[in-house]
């Protein structure tokens, strides 16, 4: 009986040796991240709650990929973790394509409508600059202006606009120096401003809309004439509003 005893407690010693090295064998030794450019190496350590001497075993790497996917900068990501000890992150961040203006801030959006972060603090100290140093310029600005949509609850316009922005982008419409707003307070109303002229486009049927734009305005360029807005909501025809 007492021979049984000690075998059952060798083997649970042998047990709980073969964990103990198991969990010092299998740790974390190396955290590398690849690819993150606006989020730094710290702050995605931080997202993933881990670092050197934690298991590289658990959490499972769909939980970590599930904490990274919280973060509305990273779009997708890999995690790649080897027995050897280095747990490899590979980030894709996403894109900003627009400055969302709502109620005095600054919103980053991404193609997909994502508020990515609150820009407010740092395009009110890049004005600052500009007012203090007449040399500086305001080099936040750097993207297209989307206005007076909220980007929180008034979705389905914020989405209407980046559709636009996409097509006169993808399409050609606009050069990289052009100072591109839109507004609207509804799809129905999206009006884009390139440099401050304003082409009222509403929702949806881009491609027919614009079909219509180039010809209209081969022929405004043409007769020199001078326009106060053209809207192309209606359909078969587009209305110019020339100036009184």
Known sequence: MKSKKWIILICLFFVVLVGFLAFEEFTV?????????????????????IK?????????????????????WIKDAIIRKDLNGTMTIYIKESTPVA??????????????AQVLENFTEKIQKDKHV?????????STIFLPIIKNIDPFKNKETLNE??????????????KADD????????????????????????????????????????????????VQYIDLRVPDRVIVKPVE
């Open 161 to 174: 606009a980046i559709k636009l922005l996409n097509f006169i982008n993808h399409k050609g419409f606009v």
């Open 29 to 49: 030794r190396n955290v590398v991240i690849i690819g993150n450019k606006h989020l730094t190496d710290k702050e995605i350590r931080a997202i993933l709650s």
């Open 130 to 138: 500009s007012e203090v140093d007449t040399k500086e310029t305001n």
């Open 52 to 72: 050197e001497g934690n298991s590289i075993i658990y959490p499972s790497s769909k939980t970590l990929y599930e904490r990274l996917k919280k973060t509305p």
């Open 179 to 226: 100072k591109i707003i839109i507004t609207g307070n509804n799809p129905d109303d999206l009006t884009l401003y390139i440099n401050n002229f304003p082409i009222i486009v509403g929702k949806g049927e881009l491609e027919a809309k614009f079909a219509k734009y180039l010809v209209v305005n081969g022929e405004i360029q043409k007769r020199g004439l001078n």
């Open 99 to 112: 400055i969302a203006v709502f109620n005095e801030n600054y919103y980053l959006v991404d193609y997909e």
